[in-house]
């Protein structure tokens, strides 16, 4: 009896502290949600009023629309880039064994695991030798480097757990490689494939340290709102870091959904 005490005791200890924890880590960002509708241009608390006056002001803000534009078009291209090499790569990890094939499992995960200066440094250098200027075509690059490492380890997952028999099926009623891919392979890793591209998406449009070293001249938008935050705290900020918020948290909900939905 006082063994099952302390174990439910410990469990809810465990509990609070866990609770605590996501407080201390949430609660700055429902502060800034909160002060995106606030009247007034200094946040304090209580607020003077409720306005949807910063949005408005963010809106004709052709700065901060500038770079929301660079972010979200970077975006695009570095998760259809991640994609495009990310499920051959995992196709290719799961149907064939070869020297190191342990091994490169764990490396592919390495540009998640590098801290984003490191690998902003070694790429700057790395484009220097080769010629390749800071620019969007470097930024699109050193964001598919890391981003494949979300759609590789998703996708050979799912592989891995898939019927093979479902191929065999399909060769036997006539079906060619191509065929059976597109009909019987890629509808069963649709939701891995897609819920990784929406997570690289919201990385990628969240990615600060590779974009500061190789974004040269233009602006994303995290770059640009910490721009605008070294001089003084415009609500601005406040109203699109809510919008930007939002639409990661629902990409990130999107994405966990579709790969429980395989479990």
């Known amino acids: 009896m006082t063994g099952r005490l302390n174990l439910n005791l410990i469990t809810k200890l465990l509990g609070l502290f866990s609770f605590l924890v996501l407080a201390f880590l949430y609660f700055p960002l429902l502060v800034v949600v909160v002060y995106s509708f606030n009247a007034d ?3 304090s608390f ?3 009023g409720v306005s949807l006056k910063w949005y408005q002001e963010m809106a004709q803000n052709k700065a901060l629309i500038e770079a929301l534009g660079h972010s979200v078009t970077v975006a695009l291209i570095s998760t259809t880039a ?3 090499l990310g499920v051959p790569g995992a196709f290719a990890m799961d149907r ?7 091994v490169f499992e764990r ?3 390495l540009p998640l695991i590098l801290p984003g200066i490191l690998t902003g440094v070694a790429m700057l250098s790395f ?3 080769l010629g390749i200027q800071q620019s969007m075509l470097a930024v699109v690059i050193g964001h598919s480097t890391f981003l494949i490492a979300i759609v590789m380890p998703q996708v050979y997952a799912r592989l891995k757990r898939m019927d093979r028999s479902i191929e065999e099926a399909s060769a036997d009623l006539g079906a060619n490689r191509f065929q059976t891919f597109w009909y019987v392979i890629l509808p069963n890793i649709r939701t891995a494939l897609i819920g990784s591209a929406l997570l690289s998406f919201t990385l990628s449009l969240d990615e600060i340290p590779v974009t500061f070293f190789l974004n040269g001249v233009y602006s994303t938008l995290p770059i640009q709102i910490w721009g605008m935050t070294r001089n003084g705290f415009s609500p601005e900020v406040n ?3 809510t919008l930007v918020f939002i639409t990661s948290l629902l990409f990130i909900i999107i994405s966990t959904r579709l790969n429980n939905r395989e479990e």
């Open 127 to 129: 484009f220097q030798e």
């Open 46 to 48: 209580p607020m003077t």
């Open 41 to 43: 241009s200094i946040n």
């Open 82 to 84: 991640a994609v495009l």
């Open 96 to 102: 064939f064994n070869f020297v190191g094939k342990k």
């Open 239 to 241: 109203a699109i870091s």
């Open 107 to 109: 490396i592919v995960l």
